[in-house]
Nanobody, 121 residues
Framework: VQVVESGGGLVQAGGSLKLSCAAS????????MQWYRQAPGKQRELVAT???????QYTDSVKGRFTISGGVGANIVYLQMDSLTTEDTAVYYC????????????????WGQGTQVTVSS
């Protein structure tokens, strides 16, 4: 599975950005699509998840401000980020979780290259 993110950039606090993540290749066994972020000097953290059944989950710090959409069937996932603060500044990564084939018990993780989001005060 190949993963390509886009949509990062520079925005003022209070503004919005929308990130996109497109999956290609062996996408028929995707189980979940996720957004992570990593700020300078901090560990990478899970921001949002959408599963193959449409379940959406968010980390507490972004609830009510970020929206994950798209989905497994479309092989694309978006992250709409509103009311951005300087604390949201980070490199955002898309991760696709997928089985190698329908009968595989293992789930592999496929990462994108990351896209920088910078929120200025």
């Amino acid at each position: 599975v190949q993963v390509v993110e886009s949509g990062g950039g520079l925005v003022q606090a209070g503004g919005s950005l929308k990130l996109s993540c497109a999956a290609s290749g062996s996408t028929s066994q995707i189980t979940a699509m996720q957004w992570y972020r990593q700020a300078p000097g901090k560990q990478r953290e899970l921001v949002a998840t959408i599963t193959s059944t449409g379940i959406k989950q968010y980390t507490d710090s972004v609830k009510g401000r970020f929206t994950i959409s798209g989905g497994v069937g479309a092989n694309i996932v978006y992250l709409q980020m509103d009311s951005l603060t300087t604390e949201d500044t980070a490199v955002y990564y898309c991760k696709i979780r997928a089985r190698a084939h329908a009968f595989s018990a293992n789930i592999d993780d496929h990462w994108g290259q990351g896209t920088q989001v910078t929120v200025s005060s």
